[in-house]
């Protein structure tokens, strides 16, 4: 940090990662149209109506999520 700053580490995590992911693609998996992906790591996203999981479109720090995310 900066001499005299009155930020540290309690408040500013630069370790924080906000994305770092693998995605695999799925293809005919049920059918020879088939096409999908797995994703797993840390990830911002939005989630239909955006009501209950989205990223924040007007704010200075911006939520991420750890998890697994598929589509098939």
Same mark, same amino acid.
């Given at each position: @940090?900066?001499? *005299?700053? /009155?930020?540290?580490? &309690?408040? %500013?995590? /630069?370790? !924080? #990662?906000?994305? %770092?992911?693998? @995605? =695999? /693609?799925? %293809? +005919? =998996?049920?059918?020879?149209?088939?096409? *999908?992906? #797995?994703?797993?790591?840390? &990830? @911002?996203? !939005?989630? *239909?109506?955006?009501?209950?999981? $989205?990223? +924040?479109?007007?704010?200075? @720090? #911006?939520?991420?999520? $750890? *998890? =697994?995310? $598929?589509?098939?």
């Amino acid at each position: @940090t900066d001499s *005299g700053s /009155p930020l540290d580490s &309690f408040f %500013a995590n /630069p370790l !924080d #990662i906000l994305q %770092a992911n693998v @995605t =695999v /693609p799925i %293809a +005919n =998996v049920f059918s020879e149209s088939d096409r *999908g992906f #797995i994703k797993v790591g840390r &990830f @911002t996203m !939005d989630q *239909g109506s955006r009501r209950f999981v $989205a990223r +924040n479109r007007f704010r200075n @720090t #911006i939520n991420s999520f $750890a *998890g =697994v995310q $598929a589509r098939l």
